[in-house]
């Protein structure tokens, strides 16, 4: 197994294996933010919080509690006074998030205050998460000059010039105190491009593109579970996966004696990037790749304590 798990890891060498967020189960997960974190024109499950209880759900991590701290058009000292006197260093949360900051620009607030706040706000998220920073990450700000809504504006490269100073000043706090971030802001670029990134109020994220938001925590949040699963306690475990080559689907082998709930597939292209993943119910099990473009896949399938990574080739033609 341990050889695996090398070559699961050397093959995807982008992945900040260093940032040690720690995910454990059951999760107590706090969010706190802005219009971004509580899902503006979106529904509640489609927030990029939700998605991502989701999806640790599909790795085996029970959500014992998801609070949302957020309200459209919250600046940072507007955060700071929702969760001032509400005691949540007692509420044992174990997964704590931020992002916040685009009111701060938008409102033509002085970038000195959120100089002053942020760090603040970071604080006060590892105290919520028991004085562990491997429990806090941070989520950059997305663009909404790349909206309908942002370019309407009369400068939206301004917009976006002003708000790589806030990322970069972020990501400045996260890096010195060596907390997990993460960098959304290029998914959020894309927007003119992929309407379909855009929420249909022509400002906020669709559930779309919150969608590709968590694929890209997961990224990080994949190979440090697989990393605790690659300790001694873990087997290889066996699996089978025909046609391969394949064209459309592929089923998924697994001995019996071996399949426990939950089990999952992963599914990454040679990039390292997370392209879909699916919750295995029966020890063989029918896949379809049908959305996948032609080429070679690496596969990931973990259940509780064991772990496999193949090869995948789809061809069509």
Request: net charge negative; charged share 20%.
């Amino acid at each position: 197994m341990r050889n695996y798990f090398l070559l699961f890891i050397f093959s995807f060498p982008y992945m900040l294996w260093a940032q040690g967020l720690t995910i454990q189960s059951p999760l107590r997960y706090l969010a706190l933010g802005d219009s971004y974190t509580i899902g503006q024109s979106v529904s509640p499950v489609a927030r990029w919080p939700a998605q991502l209880a989701d999806s640790l759900a599909l790795r085996g991590y029970e959500t014992e509690a998801l609070r949302v701290i957020a309200t459209t058009g919250w600046r940072t000292d507007n955060l700071i006074n929702a969760i001032r006197n509400q005691n949540l260093e007692d509420e044992n949360y174990n997964l704590v998030s931020i992002l916040i900051g685009v009111n701060n620009q938008y409102q033509g607030r002085p970038f000195s205050q959120y100089i002053e706040e942020f760090p603040a706000l970071v604080d006060s998220a590892i105290r919520y998460a028991g004085g562990d920073k491997d429990k806090v990450f941070i989520v950059s700000i997305p663009d909404y000059a790349y909206t309908p809504f942002g370019q309407q504006s009369s400068n939206p490269d301004e917009i976006s010039m002003e708000l790589d100073q806030y990322n970069a000043f972020s990501k400045h706090i996260a890096d010195s105190m060596q907390i997990t971030y993460f960098d959304i802001t290029p998914i959020s670029r894309q927007g003119l491009q992929i309407p379909s990134y855009v929420a249909n109020d022509g400002l906020h994220p669709s559930g779309v593109q919150y969608t590709e938001w968590v694929k890209l925590m997961l990224e990080v949040i994949d190979q440090r579970i697989s990393a605790v699963d690659g300790s001694d306690q873990s087997t290889t475990l066996h699996v089978r996966i025909s046609p391969n080559p394949t064209s459309e689907m592929i089923i998924i082998e697994i001995p019996e004696n071996e399949f426990s709930k939950p089990c999952r597939i992963s599914i990454y292209d040679m990039d390292g990037k997370l392209m879909m993943e699916r919750r295995l119910l029966e020890n063989i099990s029918e896949v379809s790749i049908n959305t996948l473009a032609d080429g070679i896949y690496v596969v990931s399938i973990q259940a509780k304590g064991t772990f496999a990574v193949r090869k995948l080739i789809l061809k069509r033609s």
